[in-house]
């Protein structure tokens, strides 16, 4: 192996979290940080055009392009499982909706783990901390900082009637939807800049500002393991060994290792490296450095359920775009004023309610699109329509991420297990019909919407649940397979301050360490645990040095007369 030299720190995988973790690590004179990145530089120009979304999902230049094993809960089907693989992440290819979840959401980690530094009155700083609000900065949102937040340049007259329909049925308007209680309808802020897409690597990666060590990015390098030695006091990360332009790479670090790889990539990564349930690893022929069961276990994400309906009289993106002169207009729209359906998010309007008043707090998200698709990468029906996909917030069913192989080119097996509560199948149905009764509200009669996704065929319980597997999809919102805990617990894989447990020197920061899924969209919250791991390492670094320094007084006293040593201030300096 070629070495490609030491670093006090190596993060792996410049998605979000790693280029949140690159830039603030950096911001340490003379900290050297190298930055490893399977995908290619973000100079793909889809990735930039807001839109370009279209384009980037399911594409081999940006998009890992996995795909879930067939799933039960999911009459059987298997569906692609798109994460960014180009700088940026899934910053990159996303629907760059700025949404952080509700205060509950964070409560609850700060139980789970025990620690109240992950309450979400001791996190909201961490939010405003790296924000750029359109509107200035106030008690819930901060101003000059990276992550731009925008609304959005275009609205819809169909999802305004939507809204007003919404709140005919006791969804009431709201304007923001970031201040603890998402509840309510309204139109999505979104992560873009003048019309553009603002990814994790334009806002962090390539801001100089502040940055006074040194930062190294590798690309088009994929990792094979992480390098696990027997220290003195147990298993150690020394760093990473891992492929790039044909070469065989190891790269050592002093201080740490950082896993950012995603909620896919970073369980992958540790049971590759012998991290993980001993007999997965075993069956692959993998030494066992650490058996931890919880490793690709406890998979979240939330399940789509798309609903579609015809409408007249008003316009939609369906029949706008399916003209060559319509798609001339809105490409000069755009050129001109950076504005129109290219500025547009995947989803415009969004709505936060209850699927029965039972429930504690919202727990279901609407995404509605003046569009309607049969799926990403098909064209554009060519009649008006839109789209309500609805999606339960916080999903019972767990699945895994595990390895396929002892090979690490070869994808994972990712087995998302929808649906397969009862809680979770009641929960669509509730939301299906709930869906209907929005749409059957006045505020939308005047356009005669009719369902045909999944179809008014679909009446009972029953038959309700059956449709739910036929149109559900991922919105791309995979968390938890390395879910922080209490050093207690068994199935937790990295404490409080994301330490692996089990191994020095490492640890994992993405949105794999959720223990439970974030109510809403979950991009934001990962820029937020980078942010407060960044303050975690580098205050790790800090004590390390005063214990250093403690240590080196402590060999010099050994050398004085006992007498020396009691003298005052003589000792724990």
């Given at each position: 192996?070629?070495?490609?030299?030491?670093?006090?720190?190596?993060?792996?995988?410049?998605?979000?979290?790693?280029?949140?973790?690159?830039?603030?690590?950096?911001?340490?004179?003379?900290?050297s940080?190298?930055?490893?990145?399977?995908?290619?530089?973000?100079?793909?120009?889809?990735?930039?055009?807001?839109?370009?979304?279209?384009?980037?999902?399911?594409?081999?230049?940006?998009?890992?392009?996995?795909?879930?094993?067939?799933?039960?809960?999911?009459?059987?089907?298997?569906?692609?499982?798109?994460?960014?693989?180009?700088?940026?992440?899934?910053?990159?290819?996303?629907?760059?909706?700025?949404?952080?979840?509700?205060?509950?959401?964070?409560?609850?980690?700060a139980?789970?783990?025990?620690?109240?530094?992950?309450?979400?009155?001791?996190?909201?700083?961490?939010?405003?901390?790296?924000?750029?609000?359109?509107?200035?900065?106030?008690?819930?949102?901060?101003?000059?900082?990276?992550?731009?937040?925008?609304?959005?340049?275009?609205?819809?007259?169909?999802?305004?009637?939507?809204?007003?329909?919404?709140?005919?049925?006791?969804?009431?308007?709201?304007?923001?939807?970031?201040?603890?209680?998402?509840?309510?309808?309204?139109?999505?802020?979104?992560?873009?800049?003048?019309?553009?897409?603002?990814?994790?690597?334009?806002?962090?990666?390539?801001?100089?500002?502040?940055?006074?060590?040194?930062?190294?990015?590798?690309?088009?390098?994929?990792?094979?393991r992480?390098?696990?030695?027997?220290?003195?006091?147990?298993?150690?990360?020394?760093?990473?060994?891992?492929?790039?332009?044909?070469t065989?790479?190891?790269?050592?670090?002093?201080?740490?290792?950082?896993?950012?790889?995603?909620?896919?990539?970073?369980?992958?990564?540790?049971?590759?490296?012998?991290?993980?349930?001993?007999?997965?690893?075993?069956q692959?022929?993998?030494?066992?450095?650490?058996?931890?069961p919880g490793?690709?276990?406890?998979?979240?994400?939330?399940?789509?359920?798309?609903?579609a309906?015809k409408?007249?009289?008003?316009?939609?993106?369906?029949?706008?775009?399916?003209?060559?002169?319509?798609?001339?207009?809105?490409?000069?729209?755009?050129?001109?004023?950076?504005?129109?359906?290219m500025?547009?998010?995947?989803?415009?309007l969004?709505?936060?309610?209850?699927?029965?008043?039972?429930?504690?707090?919202?727990?279901?998200?609407?995404?509605?699109?003046?569009?309607?698709?049969?799926?990403?990468?098909?064209?554009?029906?060519?009649?008006?329509?839109f789209?309500?996909?609805?999606?339960n917030l916080?999903?019972?069913?767990?699945?895994?991420?595990?390895?396929?192989?002892?090979?690490?080119?070869?994808?994972?097996?990712?087995?998302?297990?929808?649906?397969?509560?009862?809680?979770?199948?009641?929960?669509?149905?509730?939301?299906?019909?709930?869906?209907r009764?929005?749409?059957?509200?006045?505020?939308?009669?005047?356009?005669?919407?009719?369902?045909?996704?999944?179809?008014l065929?679909?009446?009972?319980?029953?038959?309700?649940?059956?449709?739910?597997?036929?149109?559900?999809t991922?919105?791309f919102?995979?968390?938890?397979?390395?879910?922080?805990?209490?050093?207690?617990?068994?199935?937790?894989?990295?404490?409080?301050?994301?330490?692996?447990?089990?191994?020095?020197?490492?640890?994992?920061?993405?949105?794999?360490?959720?223990?439970?899924?974030?109510?809403?969209n979950?991009?934001?919250?990962?820029?937020?645990?980078?942010?407060?791991?960044?303050?975690?390492?580098?205050?790790?670094?800090?004590?390390?040095?005063?214990?250093?320094?403690?240590?080196?007084?402590?060999?010099?006293?050994?050398?004085?007369?006992?007498?020396?040593?009691?003298?005052?201030?003589?000792?724990?300096?």
């Amino acid at each position: 192996m070629e070495s490609a030299g030491k670093y006090d720190y190596i993060i792996i995988g410049a998605g979000t979290a790693g280029c949140v973790l690159a830039n603030r690590l950096t911001q340490d004179t003379n900290v050297s940080v190298l930055l490893i990145e399977a995908g290619a530089k973000d100079d793909y120009v889809w990735i930039h055009i807001p839109v370009g979304y279209l384009y980037c999902i399911d594409n081999p230049r940006t998009d890992w392009r996995f795909r879930t094993e067939a799933d039960p809960g999911l009459n059987g089907r298997s569906l692609i499982y798109p994460r960014g693989k180009v700088l940026g992440g899934c910053s990159s290819i996303n629907g760059m909706i700025y949404m952080r979840g509700q205060a509950r959401d964070y409560d609850h980690w700060a139980m789970l783990t025990g620690d109240d530094s992950w309450r979400w009155d001791k996190v909201l700083p961490i939010f405003r901390k790296s924000e750029d609000y359109h509107k200035g900065a106030d008690d819930y949102h901060g101003a000059g900082g990276e992550w731009r937040v925008e609304r959005q340049r275009l609205s819809w007259e169909i999802l305004d009637a939507f809204r007003a329909a919404a709140a005919q049925t006791g969804i009431p308007n709201v304007e923001d939807f970031n201040r603890g209680d998402n509840e309510g309808c309204g139109y999505f802020e979104v992560n873009q800049k003048g019309g553009l897409r603002w990814s994790a690597a334009r806002a962090f990666l390539k801001s100089t500002t502040g940055r006074h060590g040194k930062l190294d990015i590798m690309t088009g390098c994929h990792v094979k393991r992480l390098r696990i030695e027997r220290g003195e006091h147990g298993p150690v990360c020394t760093g990473v060994e891992f492929t790039g332009g044909g070469t065989e790479w190891f790269a050592e670090s002093v201080h740490e290792t950082i896993c950012a790889a995603g909620a896919v990539g970073s369980p992958q990564i540790l049971q590759m490296s012998g991290i993980g349930p001993a007999a997965l690893l075993q069956q692959h022929q993998i030494p066992v450095a650490i058996d931890a069961p919880g490793v690709g276990e406890n998979l979240q994400d939330h399940l789509q359920l798309r609903m579609a309906f015809k409408i007249q009289g008003a316009r939609t993106l369906n029949t706008m775009a399916n003209t060559w002169y319509g798609k001339m207009k809105i490409g000069m729209q755009y050129a001109w004023s950076r504005s129109g359906p290219m500025s547009m998010a995947p989803s415009q309007l969004g709505a936060f309610t209850r699927s029965d008043p039972s429930q504690p707090s919202a727990n279901l998200e609407y995404h509605v699109q003046p569009l309607s698709l049969e799926r990403f990468g098909e064209p554009l029906h060519n009649f008006p329509a839109f789209t309500a996909s609805v999606c339960n917030l916080r999903p019972t069913s767990r699945g895994h991420v595990r390895i396929a192989s002892g090979d690490p080119l070869v994808a994972p097996r990712i087995t998302p297990n929808y649906l397969s509560t009862a809680e979770d199948r009641k929960v669509a149905v509730d939301a299906l019909r709930l869906t209907r009764s929005i749409v059957a509200a006045p505020a939308l009669q005047k356009y005669t919407p009719q369902e045909f996704k999944p179809g008014l065929q679909y009446r009972s319980e029953e038959e309700l649940a059956n449709a739910a597997g036929d149109i559900g999809t991922t919105i791309f919102h995979p968390v938890g397979t390395c879910r922080m805990g209490r050093r207690d617990d068994p199935l937790a894989v990295v404490d409080s301050e994301l330490r692996v447990m089990g191994v020095r020197s490492l640890r994992v920061v993405d949105a794999s360490v959720m223990p439970t899924i974030t109510s809403g969209n979950t991009n934001s919250p990962t820029v937020m645990i980078a942010e407060k791991a960044a303050q975690l390492i580098r205050q790790a670094r800090l004590a390390s040095r005063v214990s250093s320094t403690a240590r080196e007084e402590a060999a010099r006293e050994e050398a004085v007369p006992v007498a020396m040593r009691t003298l005052p201030g003589a000792v724990g300096r």
